[in-house]
């Protein structure tokens, strides 16, 4: 498939897992590919991967200024801008009361905060190439998880934003829509980490039967929703969860 040929993607979370996976599959579909993440080794070595149609910039999104650069820095580079997936995310798990203020910062900073500075950055551009913005929630935006409370708030939101988004430029040609996948093998679920007293009897409900994914599940529905394949999509919310959000 050739979906995104002489496209530009703009990505975040580039560096791995989900970012990682949509990245390579845009670069092999013909896209140009502006990969932002801070974490400058995983970035080095999609762009040892991908090569020159790859484009790695050491990005913090939780900073309105840096989001706004970068995105024009994409466009000074490859001449005009298309797709933008907003992929990057971080969880931390909790009881709410031993939740601080660094963390509730953290949490909102990198799934909602980044995602709102980039997106505004990037309108201006989408508006001149009929693009999109392709969001990645969570089955957490939709379900109360215990022990993830900002993480839920922040996909919760992630959720309505897009939908707000999407009604905002109804008129326009811009197409905004979301992803809301379930637990999926990467970096984030590798490195999760809990309380040791928490009530497992809690953590059921939103385990599922089909268990964990590949993040190319993701990748696979951000680059279909990304494609003109999905041009009477706006304002959906797509769930890749293997069912989770459908009991
Ligand atoms: N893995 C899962 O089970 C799962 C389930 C549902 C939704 N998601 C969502 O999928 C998305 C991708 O997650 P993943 O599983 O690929 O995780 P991941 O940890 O492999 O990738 C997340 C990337 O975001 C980057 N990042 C973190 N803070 C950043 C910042 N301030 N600025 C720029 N980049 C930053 C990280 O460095 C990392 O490369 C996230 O939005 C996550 O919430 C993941």
């Given at each position: 498939m050739n979906r995104f040929m002489d496209k530009v993607a703009f990505i975040t979370?580039?560096?791995?897992g989900v970012g990682r996976a949509t990245a390579r599959q845009m670069v092999e579909e013909g896209a140009h590919v502006f990969g932002v993440d801070i974490d400058q080794e995983g970035l080095q070595s999609v762009s040892d991967e991908l090569g020159e149609q790859f484009h790695p910039e050491n990005v913090d999104i939780r900073n309105r200024e840096s989001c706004h650069e970068a995105i024009e820095k994409c466009v000074e580079r490859f001449g005009k801008l298309d797709v933008v997936a907003n992929v990057a995310g971080v969880v931390r798990s909790h009881h709410v009361t031993d939740v601080d203020e660094e963390t509730w910062r953290l949490i909102m900073g990198v799934n909602l905060d980044g995602m709102f500075w980039v997106t505004q950055a990037a309108i201006p551009h989408l508006e001149k190439s009929a693009g999109n913005i392709v969001n990645v929630a969570s089955n957490a935006g939709f379900m109360g998880q215990a022990y993830t409370v900002p993480y839920c708030a922040a996909k919760g939101a992630v959720i309505n934003m897009t939908r707000a988004l999407a009604m905002e430029y109804i008129k326009s040609d811009i197409r905004i829509n979301a992803i809301a996948p379930g637990g999926m093998k990467t970096a984030m679920t590798e490195n999760w980490s809990a309380p040791d007293?928490?009530?497992?009897e809690l953590m059921k409900s939103y385990t599922g039967f089909r268990g964990m994914a590949e993040p190319e599940t993701a990748a696979n529905a951000i680059c279909w929703m990304a494609?003109?394949?999905?041009?009477?999509?706006?304002?959906s919310i797509l769930s890749v969860d293997g069912g989770l959000t459908a009991a």
């Open positions: 979370g580039a560096a791995s007293d928490i009530d497992f494609s003109d394949e999905a041009a009477r999509c706006t304002g």
